[in-house]
T-cell receptor, first 111, second 113 residues
């Protein structure tokens, strides 16, 4: 089983729709969680950190469920520019850092 | 633009050779992480350097090694290149207190023939 799993998609939704992705992780000692987006042939860019209480940044809402070991990303009122691959990231630190990216979920927004 | 730069942008090597990739971190960042990204996959963590010391390592063999310099720039060295080493190599910089809020460079595309 992969340490971090994402539905690869693609998710193909119309502009204006609401779309949600989940990401599950296997290590209950995981400490920090993030969403990055990656456009085709570009580097990943930090979208948002994910806090235990949930957090929102404009149209984007991220949540963490430690009991079920998943994080989620909700995008409201999707725009054409939201088309990208969304990568979840799980990290933990004991005596050294470990950073695990999921394989990503592809999102395509159609006009 | 993140301010993280990598060189070279593209590189072609033959199996068995050695390669060095370079990364300049964003101003004020003292932590650099390196990743390997194969097509269609997420980045795989190679290692992280914090203030010139290795601070974590993923599941990569010892022929993948690195350095961080006093100005916090970094190198990734790969010895005895294999065909499977062909990938995009990304570096990311961050500050110690927010070591996982990372800013990525554009990557180096390595092709091993």
């Amino acid at each position: 089983r992969k340490e971090v799993e994402q539905d690869p998609g693609p998710f193909n939704v119309p502009e204006g729709a609401t779309v949600a992705f989940n990401c599950t992780y296997s290590n209950s000692a995981s400490q920090s969680f993030f969403w990055y987006r990656q456009d085709c042939r570009k580097e990943p860019k930090l979208l948002m950190s994910v806090y235990s209480s949930g957090n929102e940044d404009g149209r984007f809402t991220a949540q963490l469920n430690r009991a079920s070991q998943y994080i989620s990303l909700l995008i409201r009122d999707s725009k054409l520019s939201d088309s990208a691959t969304y990568l979840c990231v799980v990290t933990f630190y004991s005596s050294a850092s470990k950073i695990i990216f999921g394989s990503g979920t592809r999102l395509s927004i159609r006009p | 633009e993140t301010g993280v730069t990598q060189s070279p942008t593209h590189l072609i090597k033959t199996r068995g050779q050695q390669v060095t990739l370079r990364c300049s971190s964003q101003s004020g960042h003292n932590t650099v992480s390196w990743y390997q990204q194969a097509l269609g996959q997420g980045p795989q963590f190679i290692f992280q350097y914090y203030r010139e010391e290795e601070n974590g390592r993923g599941n990569f063999p010892p022929r993948f090694s690195g350095l961080q310099f006093p100005n916090y720039s970094s190198e990734l060295n790969v010895n005895a290149l294999e065909l499977d080493d062909s990938a995009l190599y990304l570096c990311a910089s961050s500050t110690g207190q927010k070591a996982y809020e990372q800013y990525f460079g554009p990557g180096t595309r390595l092709t091993v023939t």
